[in-house]
């Protein structure tokens, strides 16, 4: 991996998800977060990581996927709002030529945030900690897959064939 030792993720069925995360994201006072991680891949398509309620494929609700949309082939981080709408905050690249990159996906009180080695490249600002999608039980982080498509993004694959590295949720 970048550093040390990284997951490597190859197609279906590799991914890895983890314990139970709730409190996180459980109500507005818990839904300002930041996940981080490096990566690198030579395939824009499949779920870099993904927020679901399940542990296991095909969960019932999902959202905060960083993955790659599907009309541009650009990395893009996508978030749903208590509602159901789709926000998306797109990069201008795909970043999918086997070099390492360190993506960092932010929801805050002002909206979210995708930044790539430290700039920004993405954002949106109809979406907020306080106006996006909570979870009232369990939450997993799904990390090299997806638990379930969602509308525009992936392009083409729930599963990623990246190497991934030091993934962190604050």
């Not at 030529?97 to 993506?103: G, K, L, M, Q, R």
Request: glycine letters at 10%; proline letters at 2%.
């Amino acid at each position: 991996g970048k550093i040390d030792g990284g997951l490597q993720f190859g197609g279906s069925p590799d991914y890895a998800v983890s314990t139970d995360l709730n409190p996180w994201r459980s109500d507005s006072s818990h839904n300002a977060w930041t996940v981080e991680f490096w990566f690198k891949t030579n395939a824009n398509s499949g779920y870099l990581f993904q927020t679901a309620n399940s542990a296991s494929p095909a969960a019932g609700n999902f959202d905060a996927y960083i993955s790659w949309h599907n009309t541009s082939g650009n990395l893009s981080f996508a978030l749903r709002t208590s509602g159901g709408a789709q926000r998306i905050a797109e990069s201008g690249n795909s970043y999918d030529d086997n070099a390492w990159y360190h993506v960092a996906a932010v929801l805050n009180s002002a909206g979210m945030y995708l930044y790539v080695n430290g700039s920004e490249v993405g954002s949106n600002t109809s979406i907020s900690a306080s106006t996006a999608k909570t979870y009232s039980g369990s939450l997993y982080a799904w990390v090299g897959a997806a638990s379930q498509f969602d509308s525009n993004m992936g392009n083409g694959s729930k599963y990623s064939t990246a190497v991934m590295d030091d993934v962190r949720i604050t």
